[in-house]
């Protein structure tokens, strides 16, 4: 079976959005980043991946190709790629001595 974006486990999913977050308008990032501290809050991993979801598919309608490819296949293109490069460097991590595209977005998107 194909690996899926909505199945991964929510510290994933939110791992993978904050790489793109710069890539979304003010107002879609602050949406998101909105969802994602309501979400720190909630116990429930489905109702955080729900959550989430919901607010990225609103955030989706502004990228022409997420809506020409179908969204969830869009997170599954985008995000899931995302989701393995991050797993890449967490085995590689000395590597990149921290100067890394990844290295910098995660500090500062620090959520």
């Given at each position: 079976?194909?690996?899926?974006w ?34 720190n ?10 959550r ?12 022409d ?18 989701h ?28």
């Amino acid at each position: 079976m194909k690996d899926r974006w909505i199945k991964l486990p929510f510290i994933h999913q939110k791992n993978s959005l904050i790489t793109i977050l710069d890539d979304f308008s003010y107002s879609s990032r602050t949406r998101l980043l909105l969802a994602l501290e309501v979400c720190n809050e909630l116990d429930d991993e489905n109702e955080k991946k729900y959550r989430l979801r919901q607010t990225l598919y609103t955030a989706l309608w502004e990228f022409d190709d997420a809506i020409t490819t179908g969204f969830d296949k869009w997170l599954d293109n985008t995000l899931l790629i995302r989701h393995h490069a991050i797993i890449y460097h967490s085995l590689n991590e000395g590597e990149c001595g921290h100067e890394c595209q990844l290295c910098k977005g995660n500090y500062r998107w620090n959520i």
